[in-house]
C-alpha cells in the first residue's frame, strides 16, 4: 500500500526509537536504567519510600534531554506528515519526537518535562489542568502545585493506570498503515494495540530483535530504527 494525501499512518515508537539520541532502555541493561533500580525509581512504592531519589532520577534524565537531540528516525517519522496524516503514539516520555516536527504526539507512559500534584496510592495522571509544564527544571522535594500538594513527576508508574490507552485505541483503529518502532511489545497495555487495527491494515515492525509477533498482517524490517525508517519509507 502507497501512502496518500488521506491515509492514516500510525506509529507506535518506544525506547529503540530514542536509543539513537543518546537515551538507555533499561530493559536491555540487567534491570537497571542509568545505574538506577528501575523498581526504586518507576514505581509508586518507591516513591512513597523515597521521593527524593525518584525526583533527583527524574531531574537527571531532564538534563539530559535538554542536550539530546532528535535522530533520523524521529526525523523521518516528522517529514511522514507531508505525505499523509501521522498520528504518533509513543511510550517515551522524551519530547523528541516534537523536537522534531512531529505535531500529534499521544504519550502513554507521562512526559519528562511536566509534573503533577501527587493524589494518592496508584493514582491517575490526574486532569491536563494539574499539569504543569517544568521543562529542563528541577524539582524538589518541598516544591508544592498550586493546590498544597507535593509535585511528582508527570510519569505513569509500574502498577499505575495508562490514562491514554483509549485515546491511542481509537487512534489504531483507524489507521491504514500502523507501524510499530524500537519497541519489543513486552509492556502492557501499548504491547496489544496492534490488535485494535483493521484487519486489512497492513503492519510494519522495525526492531534489531526479533519481535514475537504473529501476524499475517506483519511486515518485519530487523534493523535499528533510524535504518529501518529508510527501508520502511522505501517500501511505502
Not at 516528522?78 to 512531529?102: F, M, P, W, Y
Not at 509534573?115 to 491536563?128: D, I, K, M, T, W
Amino acid at each position: 500500500m502507497k501512502l496518500q494525501r488521506n491515509s492514516r499512518l500510525v506509529v507506535l515508537t518506544g525506547a529503540g526509537v530514542s536509543a539513537e539520541s543518546g537515551f538507555s532502555t533499561f530493559r536491555d541493561s540487567g534491570g537497571l536504567w542509568e545505574q538506577y533500580d528501575v523498581n526504586e525509581v518507576a514505581s509508586h512504592e518507591g516513591w512513597l519510600r523515597n521521593p527524593s531519589l525518584v525526583l533527583d532520577f527524574y531531574n537527571s534524565r531532564r538534563a539530559q534531554l535538554k542536550d539530546a537531540r532528535p535522530n533520523a528516525a524521529h526525523l523521518a517519522i516528522a517529514a511522514l506528515e507531508k505525505q499523509c496524516r501521522v498520528d504518533v503514539i509513543t511510550q517515551n516520555v522524551d519530547n523528541l519526537h516534537e523536537r522534531a516536527g512531529s505535531t500529534h504526539v499521544v504519550h502513554l507512559h507521562g512526559e519528562l518535562t511536566k509534573v503533577r500534584p501527587e493524589s494518592g496510592l496508584y493514582e491517575r495522571s490526574g486532569s491536563e489542568q494539574e499539569v504543569i509544564d517544568v521543562g529542563y527544571e528541577s524539582v524538589s522535594l518541598g516544591d508544592k502545585a498550586p493546590n498544597g500538594r507535593q509535585l511528582r513527576p508527570h510519569i505513569v508508574f509500574f502498577g499505575e493506570a495508562v490514562p491514554k490507552i483509549e485515546e491511542a485505541i481509537n487512534l489504531v483503529e483507524k489507521a491504514d498503515v500502523l507501524l510499530i518502532v524500537g519497541t519489543s511489545l513486552q509492556v502492557y497495555p501499548a504491547a496489544g494495540l496492534y490488535r485494535y487495527a483493521p484487519m486489512d491494515t497492513p503492519i510494519y515492525v522495525i526492531d534489531p530483535k526479533p519481535v514475537p509477533l504473529i501476524d499475517p498482517r506483519v511486515v518485519f524490517i530487523q534493523d535499528k530504527a533510524s535504518t529501518g525508517m529508510e527501508q520502511f519509507i522505501s517500501q511505502i
